[in-house]
C-alpha cells in the first residue's frame, strides 16, 4: 500500500519555466489537497478537489493550477515559475475534510 | 479568520520523560484539532484529533487535552521515546459550514528526545 506518492522529490526551475507536480493515492480517497510548507511558516492551503472533476481554490492560489482528471490523481501546475514559489510542496488525501495522508514532499527551488 | 500558535519552537526531553506541547488558538468558533508529526525529510502524519465538544482524548501513548475556555489545547506524549523526534504541529478548523472549511496550522515545534 503505497498511500500518497508524490513526483518528483526535488526540482529546480528557472525563473518563467513551467512544471507540472504529481500526486497518486490508492487508499480511494475523495478530498485531495495540494499545500506549500515554508520555514517558520505553517503549512497553507493552496487548491483542493472534494472529488473527481472537481477543484477549488485554498488560501494561496494564485500562480497555480490544478487537475483532477481521475479520483486517485492530483495534479499541481506552475505555469510560470516565481522565486516565491520556492518551497516545499505536500500532496495529501483524506476520506474526510482534512487531511490524512500526506506525500514525502517535492522540493522546489526557483532561481 | 483563525491565528493558531505554538508556545516554544523547540522543546528537549530525556527518554522515557513524558513531553507537553501547547498551542494556542484564536477563534472561539473552531470547533475541530489536530495534532499532526513530521519528520524529517517526510511529510505530515496525523496523530489525534480532537472536537470540541470533548475535553480530552487519548490514543496509544498519546494524550490531547482542549480548553475551549482559554483557546488552548495540548498533546501529551508518555514515555517519550527517541522515535518520537519531530516537529509537531496542531491545527484548527474553522467554517465547517462550507464545502471544505478553513484549516489553519500552526509554526510547529520542535521535538527532540536525548538518551
Known amino acids: 500500500n503505497a498511500g500518497v506518492t508524490q513526483t518528483p522529490k526535488f526540482r529546480v526551475l528557472k525563473t518563467g519555466q513551467s512544471m507540472t507536480l504529481l500526486c497518486a493515492q490508492d487508499?480511494?480517497?475523495?478530498?485531495m489537497y495540494w499545500y506549500r510548507q515554508d520555514p517558520g511558516m505553517g503549512l497553507r492551503l493552496i487548491h483542493y478537489?472534494?472529488?473527481?472533476?472537481?477543484?477549488a481554490k485554498g488560501e494561496v492560489p494564485d500562480g497555480y493550477n490544478v487537475s483532477r482528471l481521475k479520483k486517485q490523481n492530483f495534479l499541481l501546475g506552475l505555469e510560470s515559475a516565481a522565486p516565491s514559489q520556492t518551497s516545499v510542496y505536500f500532496c495529501?488525501?483524506?476520506?474526510?475534510?482534512?487531511?490524512?495522508?500526506f506525500g514525502s514532499g517535492t522540493r522546489l527551488t526557483v532561481v | 479568520g483563525e491565528s493558531v500558535g505554538l508556545h516554544l519552537p523547540t522543546l528537549s526531553v530525556q527518554e522515557g520523560d513524558n513531553s507537553i506541547i501547547n498551542c494556542a488558538y484564536s477563534n472561539s468558533a473552531s470547533d475541530y484539532f489536530i495534532w499532526y508529526k513530521q519528520e524529517s525529510g517526510k511529510g505530515p502524519q496525523f496523530i489525534i484529533d480532537?472536537?470540541?465538544?470533548?475535553d480530552k482524548r487519548q490514543g496509544q501513548r498519546v494524550t490531547v487535552l482542549l480548553n475551549k475556555t482559554v483557546k488552548h489545547l495540548s498533546l501529551q506524549i508518555a514515555a517519550t521515546q527517541p522515535g518520537d523526534s519531530a516537529v509537531y504541529f496542531c491545527?484548527?478548523?474553522?467554517?465547517?459550514?462550507?464545502?471544505?472549511?478553513?484549516?489553519?496550522f500552526g509554526r510547529g515545534t520542535q521535538l527532540t528526545v536525548w538518551p
Open positions: 491545527a484548527s478548523l474553522y467554517d465547517r459550514g462550507s464545502t471544505l472549511g478553513r484549516l489553519y
Open positions: 495529501a488525501s483524506s476520506q474526510k475534510q482534512t487531511p490524512d495522508t
Open positions: 480532537i472536537r470540541s465538544n470533548m
Open positions: 487508499m480511494n480517497h475523495e478530498y
Open positions: 478537489s472534494v472529488g473527481e472533476g472537481t477543484t
